[in-house]
């Protein structure tokens, strides 16, 4: 099995087109819309100043979306606004005029009837499309790939959806909702597009925004140099990564993309650089379960063309390592509960920072005392046993072993 740190530059193309539909402007109308919730908190930016000493960079800042809606990540910001705009266009109500109390009305639900909404997960995008589901007032199916933990599951089966694990992995339980939707009439909302399947999982990605511009609120005049961002089939790296180039339009932070080992999809299409989408097949059996994707979504490959630097294929231990430091801050700093998924990106920072044998890495990021590094922990202790047995017993060391050098041009490990 290929592990190590692979890096890859990504084809580059004027920015615009592709990141066209997101805006800093369009991004207030989806704040506006998710503020109209009666659950909505904005979520922490943690500024984690004892850290970033030891790391010898100026500053890093953690957005916290563990308490986001009370679900324990961010998925549900894409399907609750995805959600509200296919009813909002089935019904005629303008975008701008999309809130909680309109949609729940029962004005609205008489016009509508009763919708059944599909979704395939590793766990968080379906535990959001079943919760917005129940507050709508609506059904929810949700597949779930083979290798989910159980807690996942249930998570969304007590949100009223009818949901299962499959014995199969994330993309066939995609195509296979996908199918379902198509013959029985059901709404597909998933956060990844395909050829005819566009419309939805730009909804999806534009629903990121508002995680996106409160954090950019929340640094209250601090502009980061770069942004770290995982990836499962990219839709969320590419909605930050499009918002924030729009927020930062004088001075755009260096954005870096960053994938597992087992699921790097944007990695092997950056790698090969041809023109084509390069999937990754198998059982994507990574520690990182929301970035257990094979897929690229479409619609983020262009955006993110337009705005990111580079990708990088990393080991799972990284991840591990990232919920070890943000779950046992420095003096001063605050604690982050920060799964598998979500720690991945602090966890590269903080390795590349501090090995020696990772020096080729810190260098090809930029990183150094004047660095101020942004990173977003999409999701909390989602899976609490894997938590406990990562950050108190230990599960997945750093590797101590030297993880080579690596050959930027060839895009793989020398």
């Given at each position: 099995?290929?592990?190590?740190f692979?890096?890859?530059?990504?084809?580059?193309?004027?920015?615009?087109?592709?990141?066209?539909?997101?805006?800093?402007?369009?991004?207030?109308?989806?704040?506006?819309?998710?503020?109209?919730?009666?659950?909505?908190?904005?979520?922490?930016?943690?500024?984690?100043?004892?850290?970033?000493?030891?790391?010898?960079?100026?500053?890093?800042?953690?957005?916290?979306?563990?308490?986001?809606?009370?679900?324990?990540?961010?998925?549900?910001?894409?399907?609750s606004?995805?959600?509200?705009?296919?009813?909002?266009?089935?019904?005629?109500?303008?975008?701008?005029?999309?809130?909680?109390?309109?949609?729940?009305?029962?004005?609205?639900?008489?016009?509508?009837?009763?919708?059944?909404?599909?979704?395939?997960?590793?766990?968080?995008?379906?535990?959001?499309?079943?919760?917005?589901?129940?507050?709508?007032?609506?059904?929810?199916?949700?597949?779930?790939?083979?290798?989910?933990?159980?807690?996942?599951?249930?998570?969304?089966?007590?949100?009223?959806?009818?949901?299962?694990?499959?014995?199969?992995?994330?993309?066939?339980?995609?195509?296979?909702?996908?199918?379902?939707?198509?013959?029985?009439?059901?709404?597909?909302?998933q956060?990844?597009?395909?050829?005819?399947?566009?419309?939805?999982?730009?909804?999806?990605?534009?629903?990121?925004?508002?995680?996106?511009?409160?954090?950019?609120?929340?640094?209250?005049?601090?502009?980061?140099t770069?942004?770290?961002?995982?990836?499962?089939?990219?839709?969320?790296?590419?909605?930050?990564?499009?918002?924030?180039?729009?927020?930062?339009?004088?001075?755009?932070?260096?954005?870096?993309?960053?994938?597992?080992?087992?699921?790097?999809?944007?990695?092997?299409?950056?790698?090969?650089?041809?023109?084509?989408?390069?999937?990754?097949?198998?059982?994507?059996?990574?520690?990182?379960?929301?970035?257990?994707?094979?897929?690229?979504?479409?619609?983020?490959?262009d955006?993110?063309?337009?705005?990111?630097?580079?990708?990088?294929?990393?080991?799972?231990?990284?991840?591990?390592?990232g919920m070890?430091?943000?779950?046992?801050?420095e003096?001063?700093?605050?604690?982050?509960?920060?799964?598998?998924?979500?720690?991945?990106?602090?966890?590269?920072?903080?390795?590349?920072?501090?090995?020696?044998?990772?020096?080729?890495?810190?260098?090809?990021?930029?990183?150094?005392?004047?660095?101020?590094?942004?990173?977003?922990?999409?999701?909390?202790?989602?899976?609490?046993?894997?938590?406990?047995?990562?950050?108190?017993?230990?599960?997945?060391?750093?590797?101590p072993?030297?993880?080579?050098?690596?050959?930027?041009?060839?895009?793989?490990?020398?």
């Amino acid at each position: 099995m290929r592990e190590g740190f692979f890096w890859a530059d990504m084809p580059t193309a004027p920015y615009g087109e592709g990141a066209a539909f997101l805006t800093a402007a369009g991004g207030q109308d989806v704040l506006r819309y998710h503020q109209s919730f009666p659950q909505y908190t904005q979520t922490p930016l943690a500024k984690l100043d004892g850290l970033a000493a030891r790391l010898g960079i100026k500053g890093l800042y953690i957005k916290d979306e563990s308490y986001r809606f009370g679900l324990n990540a961010f998925k549900v910001l894409g399907g609750s606004y995805a959600m509200g705009r296919w009813i909002a266009g089935r019904l005629g109500i303008a975008p701008e005029e999309m809130t909680y109390d309109h949609l729940t009305s029962e004005e609205v639900r008489g016009k509508l009837g009763e919708v059944t909404f599909i979704s395939a997960t590793d766990g968080n995008h379906g535990r959001g499309v079943a919760w917005t589901a129940k507050a709508l007032g609506q059904k929810s199916v949700i597949y779930m790939p083979s290798g989910t933990a159980r807690e996942r599951l249930e998570n969304i089966r007590k949100l009223g959806a009818d949901a299962s694990i499959l014995d199969t992995n994330y993309d066939d339980c995609v195509r296979l909702a996908a199918q379902h939707a198509r013959e029985r009439g059901w709404v597909m909302v998933q956060d990844t597009a395909w050829e005819g399947y566009e419309e939805i999982p730009r909804w999806i990605m534009q629903g990121y925004a508002s995680m996106a511009l409160e954090a950019s609120g929340q640094l209250e005049g601090v502009t980061p140099t770069h942004v770290f961002l995982q990836a499962g089939v990219g839709s969320l790296a590419g909605a930050v990564a499009g918002l924030l180039r729009d927020v930062y339009k004088k001075q755009p932070p260096r954005v870096f993309i960053v994938e597992p080992n087992k699921a790097d999809c944007l990695y092997q299409t950056a790698r090969q650089n041809d023109g084509r989408l390069h999937a990754v097949a198998g059982s994507l059996d990574t520690i990182m379960a929301g970035l257990a994707c094979g897929e690229v979504c479409t619609i983020a490959w262009d955006v993110l063309k337009e705005t990111a630097q580079a990708v990088i294929s990393c080991p799972d231990w990284v991840a591990a390592h990232g919920m070890r430091v943000l779950g046992n801050p420095e003096k001063g700093d605050e604690r982050v509960i920060s799964g598998e998924s979500g720690a991945v990106t602090t966890g590269l920072a903080a390795a590349a920072m501090q090995r020696e044998d990772l020096a080729w890495l810190r260098d090809a990021l930029g990183l150094d005392e004047k660095s101020v590094v942004l990173c977003f922990s999409t999701e909390g202790d989602t899976d609490q046993q894997n938590y406990r047995d990562v950050v108190w017993q230990g599960k997945y060391p750093s590797d101590p072993k030297h993880t080579g050098e690596y050959n930027q041009q060839k895009g793989r490990e020398v």
